[in-house]
């Protein structure tokens, strides 16, 4: 079985809310345990975590080897003040303060950099992305900085213009990537950022009530759009199905990604190859060095 190239531990897949009140007194460790025992039924030995702001992530690294599991993790996910990002790490105001948070992940033993860059795909505007991306030119620095401590880069990136400019300040992987189009697969495709489209996020809400069916399959549509371009352009891809978000548990929900990627691609060699060469960036890339 493929890896989990985007999970969060601390999150169920059911009530975000309820999911981090268990660990505001102190993380639960029966939790953690429960979602990897899930992994390891499945079979599944890697997980990235993208991180929290309990410290849920960071002893899942303590625990993650007495299930056989390779884990990795950003330990918390460093956003700007005012900008989306909040409920999964802690915030900057500027770059010398966000150079502080980077050697506070170094310090707690963080794996890689996770960045926030943009907000959420916005279910009640199609095509939009909630807030305002960061600056381009913001954007390059924090990444330079990231990488001068020795750490590659994770992109919480959303809409053309913040994946757009994630890549060209030479992140090492973009988390989600929602609606972009071909011009940025193409940048994609020329870059060495690893894309991670956590397409269930959306395919699984398709019929659960929480959104229209009519809202969710337009998305849907340019998620297998974009994911056959980037296949036919040859864009670095993994699997990570953002799991513990709605509708998408731990375990189950890398199943499902898989899936989904052979629905929309086949089940050739040639994509089996892709997916293990994208996987095998990420193992390579996203590791403490």
Known sequence: MFGECHAHVIMDGMNYRKAVDLHRDGVKDEVIRAHFEAYKKRGVTF?????????????????AAEYGIDYRSPIFAIHKEGH???????????????????LEAKAEGADFIKIMTTGLMDFKNHGQVTGTPLEAGEVKEMVHIAHEEGFAVMSHTNGIYGVQAAVEAGVDSVEHGNFIDEETIQILSQSRTVWVPTLVTVRNLLGCGRYSDEV?????????????????????????SDAGAYMVPHGKGIEDEYDSFRQILGN???V????????????ERFRRQ
């Open 47 to 63: 997980v990235r975590d993208g991180g929290d702001a309990l410290g849920v992530s960071k002893r899942a690294k303590e625990l």
């Open 84 to 102: 989306y990002g909040g409920i999964v790490g802690r915030g900057f105001r500027d770059l010398r303060d966000f150079h502080k948070r980077v």
């Open 216 to 240: 969710i399959r337009p998305i849907m549509e340019i998620g297998e759009r974009n994911l056959s371009l980037a296949y036919a352009k040859k864009a670095r891809v993994a699997l990570g």
């Open 268 to 270: 050739s060699p040639g």
């Open 272 to 283: 089996q190859r892709w997916l293990e060469d994208g996987e095998w960036e990420i193992k």
